[in-house]
């Protein structure tokens, strides 16, 4: 379940790529479509968030920063020979 960090309502354009960056702002980039290159990246919302370490950030569908618990690990099946 995913907690919401901070309100930004960032509103999205097609063909672009939305992400919390290093340092906590919203980034997007272009994204790349067959033979076209994506482009660089430019910061779209300064929001600054502090991250915590273990947890996933990312632009939720309402445009704002929010957070996930990240699931590392997890049970390995055996091996059968």
Known sequence: MAIKV?????K???GYL???DKK???SRAK??????RGGGREKVYKCGVKKKK????????KGDVSMAKMVRGGKRKKRRR
Do not use: I, N, S
């Open 12 to 14: 999205r354009k097609k």
């Open 24 to 26: 906590g702002d919203v």
């Open 31 to 36: 994204m790349a479509r067959g033979r076209k």
């Open 18 to 20: 939305y992400f919390v």
């Open 54 to 61: 273990g947890y996933l950030y990312f632009v939720d569908k």
């Open 6 to 10: 901070a309100k930004c309502g960032v």
